[in-house]
């Protein structure tokens, strides 16, 4: 069975610093990986995804993430957090092949201080 | 950009009701799913649907719960007989390719 584990239930950062949001995972066979972000009362909005290649993606509002196959990680990181970045984070994974489905970690909260 | 709708955006209904949950993926996609996010709780996988048919599905999404595409543009989930336990935020989600997912808003179920 496919896992994901968000170790950190909150994350606090001061604007301006770089900020690392940890996820780990766990799956059979090659791994299709999310980033997707929760806002209060939103849905969730993708922010990046990893399936192959350069093991660092560019994704959506300067967020990147490095895939780890050693380490089975993908930790999201930015170089300068905003306030506007505060929210709920979640981490995902699905398996090889076509429409599986995505299983989510717990989400890591986000705070970035002004 | 285009984006998947989902309708109601709140709904209560009481213990035993049937609900109908409507989502509208977008246009030239061609998966889809549900799930749904208990409150406080993390996002949990309910059922993917192509090919006019389920392809997928949790130990969640039991006999109570049906999905349906009916007329090539909407994507519904129904609960038959709702529990309490059935109170969650419902997410849509449509796919292109099968990987990556775009989500609806939700609806929110409030079951009294």
């Known amino acids: 069975a496919q896992s994901v584990a968000q170790p950190e239930d909150q994350v606090n950062v001061a604007e301006g610093n770089p900020l690392t949001v940890k996820c780990t995972y766990s799956v059979s066979g090659n791994p299709y990986l999310f980033w997707y972000v929760q806002y209060p009362n939103r849905g969730l909005q993708f922010l990046l995804k990893y399936i192959t290649g350069d093991n660092l993606v560019k994704g959506s509002y300067g967020f990147e993430a490095e895939f780890n196959k050693s380490q089975t990680s993908f930790h999201l990181k930015k170089p300068s957090a905003l306030v506007s970045d505060s929210a709920l984070y979640f981490c995902?994974?699905?398996?090889?092949?076509?429409?599986?489905?995505?299983?989510f970690g717990i989400g890591t909260k986000l705070q970035v201080i002004p | 950009e285009p984006e998947v709708t989902q309708t109601p955006s709140h709904q209560v209904t009481q213990m035993g009701q049937e609900v109908i949950l409507r989502c509208v993926p977008i246009s030239n996609h061609l998966y889809f799913y549900w799930y749904r996010q208990i409150l406080g709780q993390k996002v949990e996988f309910l059922v993917s649907f192509y090919n006019n048919e389920i392809s997928e599905k949790s130990e969640i999404f039991d006999d109570q719960f049906s999905v349906e595409r009916p007329d090539g543009s909407n994507f519904t989930l129904k609960i038959r007989s709702t529990k309490l336990e059935d109170s969650a935020m419902y997410f849509c989600?449509?796919?292109?390719?099968?990987?990556?997912?775009?989500f609806g808003p939700g609806t929110r179920l409030t079951v009294t």
């Open positions: 995902a994974v699905s398996g090889t092949g076509g429409y599986q489905k995505v299983t």
């Open positions: 989600a449509s796919s292109m390719d099968g990987y990556e997912q775009y």
